[in-house]
């Protein structure tokens, strides 16, 4: 499984981008949305079940951020509003072949895309 990850870019605070990632062939996994920001650890960002029918997030980006999916694009998606400069990280998207739910633990995840930069100016 190939994760290509997409749609990061540099952009002021408050602005918005849309994360995209697209996965090699039909794939129902759960799904995961990461972020690395310099000299800092990988830190969970938001996941989304199999089906899309739960998601959970970050207490730092609750409320800005939403995950959603198309499983017939084979495709997840990351909505980021109100971007604010901490935010800035590369972001990965991520698969977890056997959970159904979501799950924040990066080490349980199976397959990475290869990040995207995301930069939120001041």
């Known amino acids: 499984v190939q994760l290509q990850a997409s749609g990061g870019g540099l952009v002021q605070a408050g602005g918005s981008l849309r994360l995209s990632c697209v996965a090699s062939?039909?794939?129902?996994?759960?799904m995961g949305w990461f972020r690395q920001a310099p000299g800092k650890e990988r830190e969970f960002v938001g996941a989304i079940s199999r089906i899309g029918d739960s998601t959970d997030y970050a207490d730092s980006v609750k409320g800005r951020f939403t995950i959603s999916r198309d499983n017939a694009k084979n495709t997840v998606y990351l909505q980021m509003n109100t971007l604010k400069p901490e935010d800035t990280a590369v972001y990965y998207c991520a698969a977890h072949r056997t959970a159904w739910g979501t799950n924040a633990r990066a080490d349980e995840y199976d397959y990475w895309g290869q990040g995207t930069l995301v930069t939120v100016s001041s």
């Open positions: 062939g039909r794939i129902l996994y759960a």
